[in-house]
C-alpha cells in the first residue's frame, strides 16, 4: 500500500481561484493518498509598494482582516480549524458574495464553533509577523510574480516540488481531480520547467 503524504496549499480567501483549487485538493484527497494542509499567505502582502489600480488597491486594504482573524485562528485552535474556517469563509465570500467586513468574519467564526470575538484581529497588528512569516514560508520556493494559490507536494521521485497554480475551473471532481494531480506533479518535478499557460476565456464556476 502506498504510504500518505502531506501536500501544502497556501491560500488567500480573497482570491475565487485559490478557492477553486482549494475545493479540487479536498477531491484529490480523497482518490489519492495524500493530505491536504492549508497555511496562508496574503496579497495585501505580496503587493506592498506595488503600482496597483485604485480599485485593486483599496482591495488590498480590505484584504488584511480576513488573512489576519485566519492566523488567528491557526495559532489558538490549530490548522484543523483554520481549514475549517477557509471553508466557511470562502463559501460566504465566493458563493454567498458577502462583503469583505466585520459581519462575514463573525459569521464565518459563528460557522464552525469559534468565539466570534477572534473577528477583532482584523484590526491589529498583533498577528502581523505570524502572517509574514506563513507568507514568506509559501512564496520562498515560487518567487514573487505570482500569487495564490501556490501548493507545495512530494514528487513522484520523492523530493519536494512547488509551483502556483493549477489555475482551473470548475474544480474537477473525483478520478478526473486525481488525474489532474498525477500530471501536475509529473511536470513541476521535472528539472528546468516553469510554465504552461494559455488565455483564460472564462471566470471562476464554483460548482
Known amino acids: ?13 480573497l482570491c ?3 478557492w477553486i483549487t482549494s475545493r479540487w485538493l ?14 496562508v499567505m496574503s496579497l495585501s502582502v505580496l503587493n506592498e509598494g506595488r503600482d496597483l489600480p485604485e480599485e485593486y488597491q483599496d482591495l ?14 491557526e495559532q489558538a485552535h490549530g490548522a484543523e480549524a483554520l481549514a475549517k474556517l477557509y471553508t466557511a469563509m470562502g ?12 459581519d462575514m468574519l463573525v459569521g464565518a467564526l459563528t460557522d464552525i464553533g469559534l468565539d466570534p470575538a477572534l473577528a477583532d484581529a482584523a484590526e491589529s497588528t498583533q498577528y502581523d509577523d505570524a502572517l509574514r512569516a506563513s507568507h514568506e514560508a509559501g512564496m520562498r520556493p515560487v518567487g514573487t510574480e505570482v500569487g495564490t494559490p501556490v501548493v507545495h507536494a512530494p514528487g513522484p ?3 519536494q516540488v512547488a509551483f502556483f497554480g493549477p489555475v482551473i ?10 488525474r489532474l494531480w ?14 504552461l499557460k494559455r488565455t483564460r476565456e472564462q471566470g471562476p464556476i464554483f460548482d
Open 60 to 73: 488590498m486594504v480590505k484584504g488584511w482582516g480576513p488573512v489576519r482573524v485566519c492566523i488567528a485562528v
Open 16 to 18: 475565487p481561484w485559490a
Open 169 to 178: 475551473t470548475p474544480a474537477p471532481k473525483g478520478e478526473a481531480a486525481g
Open 182 to 195: 498525477d500530471g501536475v506533479l509529473l511536470v513541476s518535478s521535472t528539472p528546468g520547467f516553469y510554465e
Open 91 to 102: 463559501t460566504r465570500i465566493h458563493l454567498g458574495k458577502e462583503e469583505l467586513g466585520r
Open 26 to 39: 479536498l477531491e484529490v484527497e480523497q482518490v489519492r493518498d495524500v493530505d491536504i494542509r492549508f497555511h
Open 157 to 159: 521521485d520523492g523530493g
Open 1 to 13: 500500500m502506498t504510504e500518505r503524504v502531506t501536500a501544502d496549499m497556501w491560500f488567500d480567501p
